[in-house]
């Protein structure tokens, strides 16, 4: 199993940037498809975007493509989001993900998850 915490929430302004960070432990993080999720009050949670084991492919969720950037670092062990052009409806509980399989497991459901940072953006 694998251990992940994320970091980085907080609130901003609308345009505003800001970057998450997920820190994993407990298995070769290398192993694992990461990813990132959101569930704001009142709404399903919604895939964000993930990147393969190798960093080298990503996908994206079309509300935030051209404002989001996955990225992982392997030898850190971490995965980040970084978020630009921040809009109020960003607003929401972030999770970090990680899963065995591939990006479309990952995006249907992942296998590990964190305990969520919040993110608030006000209008």
């Known amino acids: 199993q694998v251990q992940l915490v994320e970091s980085g929430g907080g609130l901003v302004q609308a345009g505003d940037s800001l970057r998450l960070s997920c820190a994993a432990s407990g298995r070769t993080f290398s192993s694992y498809v990461m990813g990132w999720f959101r569930q704001a009050p009142g709404k399903e949670r919604e895939f964000v975007a993930a990147v393969t084991r190798s960093g080298g492919g990503t996908s994206y969720a079309d509300s935030v493509k051209g404002r989001f950037t996955i990225s992982r670092d392997n030898a850190k062990s971490t995965v980040y989001l970084q978020m630009n052009s921040l809009k109020p409806e960003d607003t929401a509980v972030y999770y970090c993900?990680?899963?065995?399989?591939?990006?479309?497991?990952?995006?249907?459901?992942?296998?590990?998850w964190g305990q969520g940072t919040q993110v608030t953006v006000s209008s």
């Open positions: 993900a990680a899963s065995t399989s591939s990006l479309v497991g990952l995006k249907l459901r992942g296998d590990y």
